[in-house]
């Protein structure tokens, strides 16, 4: 049994390359038994893929690890399970056609008496274990495919959490959780450092870590910027450090000004989904929408966007539009950047110009037919000085780009069709602070030529300081508005989560 | 299950209609004899392919892979003219079955420690195995079995045994040999832990490898399992005809596959089972029969096969709702 203060962890000059990006430039990291080290960054930092090297899933790092005090080379997930780490994924990866019980003791089932069966009733039983040990509120039969997404993140915990595990890393485990699953995992996560087990906390929210974190360390574009403990440590300090410069230098002053209504949104309804939505979008507005995961305010987007089915009446510059397809929308003048670039935004194998141009490939054709290299040429690097796309070239592959400037020719896919009102769903998400902060500028920008911004974020501090008005939804409805300037994130996000509103 | 439901009612409206258009299609004789024995090698490998599609991956090769293993069992066969009857099917038994694992452990390294995709693999070998048959029988000639082993071997095939030894019900080795398969599979895909890990390779490749499960491993066997099924499928077959051929089992692949589909494992993995596949082969087969029965003619049958999977799969999509689930993001 590990004492408290026993090092469990050692990893010195971590060094990890991906292709032509170095994620990882020589990151050391340590971690006692019975500790809570917070590991922070903001996204493209490094967290994940440091962590990464560690689950074993790369064979290729550069740089030394020692766990209890021996080294390891960390080649495989099995390899990383067997020495007793364990890691709770952001984007979870639990099996959703079997049960809570087979996705828990998911590797490790135990067998019947003839040999390789499986032993389902002992399975059910320790998953049982497992859960009431845990305190967990889930049923073990339930196939997990339906489950809310907390209940799932429950799942995956219960199964990193084995027997022999020592060294546990939780990956944004907050970034999906309401208010009491915070806490509860908060209790959870105290349970297990009082049995010894060396704990590194992953998130960017740093409201959260002074509750839960002993020593904080904060990766910035692949370098360790520091290393404190908790207790000697100010937010804005860390904020400083992550971003590299003060939140405040992060967002362009305000110089918008709302005027006419433009888009009005009457009874929107879709059974399940979302009820009753109606709001008015002015031109020249940004519009924040804030809510928790499960709320609805994609599904509301979408529908506004007519990528979603829905009940209800919406209007852009006094007459009415149908909402059938994203196609009829985008005729009519309205834009969205969704959520999943990967899935719903880039086309993969395609070029950065075809990437850009998607949207007006008629504009770029010969009579509407022929595609017109020259044309498409000439628009992409049109795009590509506005917005600072790196590489600045037409031709490289989508898929090379970093996740910031893929971001950037999507907004560019749309900035050529000149829409009047663009739906941002997470536009900053998995994108590096320099080109967060540049998105935050072209945002103004748009806004201040007239444009109608409605703004999706799981990040309350960039919908406080870039929205003019903040609707909140809970459980699919407008449960409040709060005002842009003025409001704080402590405030919105408990209007997001309290129950019992109107 | 939607969908099984429907094709069990759809293959019971088609019996129900069939019955009282045909005096003979409730007979034993045609059930059992015709439908059920044509259906048992079919069987043997569909069970094999339920385990590689379950695990999310296919096999287009199976045709050419049984074409290459009856091959080899006449021709071993051949080489054992002389000795005594049951020692030289032993032998050739062994020989192809060693032949369908090891074929099948060839699409298995290619698709889980090469990474070439399952379509490619076999596609790819669904040519080079037929290429090896064409080898073996020196370009295509017919190969037949010694005429000492031919009445036991053809018993394989053609053999009956009275169930429960009432002498008016008999079912052929076929069935029971197809039985016998059905029932190992289920004990591997549904006992074991290993067929607990073709379901969770199947249902999220990349967690089961992260939760420690050699993935590699599991998809590989499925692929030299279903080797097998081809090589037992093989033996009972050269029963019906004594011979072997490098042109045979054209097509096979696409029943095969149709059947694991129709009955209601998804094209990904991760659901469906060997009674799905059952009663997508049992619909397939009933319609095959019925087929000259009710006077459809040569060129029509292919519409009309190739619709049922069609009907079946895109009634399930649109019941089901095309896959979307409705989570609130």
């Not at chain 1, 000439?378 to 989508?398: G, H, T, V, Y």
Request: with cysteine; hydrophobic share 45%; proline share 3%.
């Amino acid at each position: 049994m590990m004492k408290p203060g026993d090092t469990i962890l050692h990893m010195e000059g971590i060094v990890k390359t991906f292709q032509a990006v170095r994620a990882l430039d020589g990151v050391d990291f340590d971690l006692g038994a019975g500790e809570i080290h917070a590991l922070v960054g903001e996204n493209g930092a490094g967290k994940s893929t440091l962590m990464n090297v560690l689950a074993g899933r790369f064979a290729d790092y550069g740089g030394r690890i020692a766990l209890f005090g021996r080294d390891v080379r960390l080649t495989n997930p099995r390899q990383a399970l067997a020495l007793g780490i364990g890691v709770i994924y952001q984007d979870l990866s639990v099996l959703g056609n079997l049960t809570v019980a087979e996705n828990i003791l998911l590797g490790h089932e135990p067998g019947g008496r003839a040999p390789g069966t499986l032993n389902r009733r002992a399975l059910r039983a320790r998953a049982q274990a497992v859960l009431d040990d845990l305190g967990f509120d889930l049923c073990v039969d339930e196939p997990v495919a339906p489950l809310s997404h907390a209940k799932q993140c429950l799942v995956e915990i219960a199964h990193a959490i084995r027997k022999d595990v020592r060294l546990l890393v939780f990956d944004e485990p907050t970034a999906s959780l309401g208010a009491d699953d915070v806490e509860r995992l908060f209790e959870v996560i105290r349970g297990l450092k009082a049995r010894g087990i060396g704990i590194v906390y992953i998130s960017h929210r740093l409201a959260e870590l002074p509750e839960i974190a002993d020593r904080v360390t904060v990766l910035r574009d692949g370098k360790m910027v520091g290393m404190r403990p908790m207790a000697d440590c100010k937010i804005s300090v860390l904020s400083h450090m992550m971003l590299g410069r003060t939140l405040t230098e992060m967002f362009p002053p305000k110089r918008n000004t709302p005027g006419e209504t433009i888009l009005k949104v009457e009874g929107l309804s879709r059974p399940g989904m979302f009820h009753d939505i109606t709001f008015e979008l002015r031109a020249g507005e940004i519009l924040g929408i804030a809510g928790l995961v499960g709320s609805g305010r994609t599904e509301i987007a979408r529908a506004v966007f007519g990528a979603e089915r829905a009940a209800g009446r919406c209007t852009l510059e006094g007459r009415v539009f149908a909402r059938r397809s994203p196609r009829r929308s985008m005729a009519r003048g309205i834009g969205m950047i969704q959520e999943d670039r990967k899935r719903d935004g880039i086309i993969t194998g395609s070029s950065v110009a075809l990437n850009v141009g998607a949207s007006v490939l008629d504009r770029l054709s010969a009579m509407g037919v022929f595609l017109d290299p020259r044309r498409i040429r000439a628009n992409a690097r049109r795009m590509i000085e506005r917005l600072a796309i790196r590489p600045p070239d037409p031709a490289r592959a989508i898929q090379t780009l970093s996740g910031g400037n893929q971001q950037k020719v999507i907004l560019g896919r749309w900035l050529a069709r000149d829409p009047k009102v663009l739906i941002l769903d997470e536009p900053t998400q998995g994108i590096d602070v320099g080109t967060k902060a540049q998105m935050y500028r072209l945002m103004m920008d748009l806004a201040a030529a007239g444009k109608g911004i409605i703004l999706i974020s799981s990040e309350f501090f960039e919908i406080v300081n870039l929205a003019d008005r903040i609707l909140v939804i809970r459980d699919g409805r407008i449960v409040r508005e709060m005002p842009g300037p003025g409001t704080d994130v402590d405030a919105l996000f408990a209007a997001c989560v309290r129950k019992g509103d109107s | 299950m939607i969908q099984a439901l429907s094709v069990v009612g759809l293959l019971a409206a088609i019996c129900i209609v069939a019955s009282v258009r045909s005096a003979t299609f409730f007979s034993w004789q045609n059930l059992v004899y015709n439908v059920l024995t044509n259906a048992a090698y079919l069987g043997i490998i569909a069970c094999g392919m339920t385990l590689v599609m379950v695990a999310g991956g296919f096999d287009l090769s199976v045709g050419s892979t049984t074409t290459v293993c009856s091959v080899a069992a006449v021709l071993t066969l051949q080489a054992m003219a002389g000795q005594p009857v049951w020692l030289a099917i032993a032998v050739a038994v062994a020989v192809t079955t060693a032949t369908g694992v090891m074929l099948g452990a060839v699409n298995g390294a290619s698709v889980a420690y090469v990474g070439v995709n399952p379509f490619v693999t076999t596609l790819s070998t669904m040519l080079i195995f037929r290429g090896i048959a064409l080898i073996l029988t020196h370009g295509g000639q017919t190969v037949s079995v010694p005429l000492a082993f031919k009445s036991v071997v053809g018993r394989i095939y053609w053999g009956k045994v009275s169930l429960f030894g009432v002498a008016e019900y008999q079912v052929t080795i076929p069935i029971l040999i197809f039985v016998g398969v059905f029932a190992v599979s289920l004990y591997l895909l549904h006992l074991t832990r290993f067929g607990h890990y073709v379901y969770a390779v199947g249902g999220n490749e990349n967690a089961s490898w992260l939760a420690g499960i050699n993935t590699s491993l599991v998809k590989s066997a499925t692929y030299a399992i279903c080797g097998l099924t081809c090589a037992l499928a093989a033996v009972i077959y050269t029963g019906m005809s004594n011979t072997a051929q490098a042109s045979s089992y054209g097509g096979l692949e696409l029943v095969v596959i149709a059947s694991v589909i129709v009955g209601g494992t998804p094209l990904g993995g991760g659901g469906g089972g060997l009674f799905f596949t059952l009663i997508g082969l049992l619909l397939l087969s009933v319609i095959e029969n019925l087929l000259p029965q009710f006077g459809v003619q040569e060129e029509y049958r292919n519409i009309v096969r190739g619709l049922i999977i069609l009907i079946v799969v895109a009634v399930d999509v649109l019941v089901r709702g095309s896959g979307k689930k409705a989570r609130r993001t």
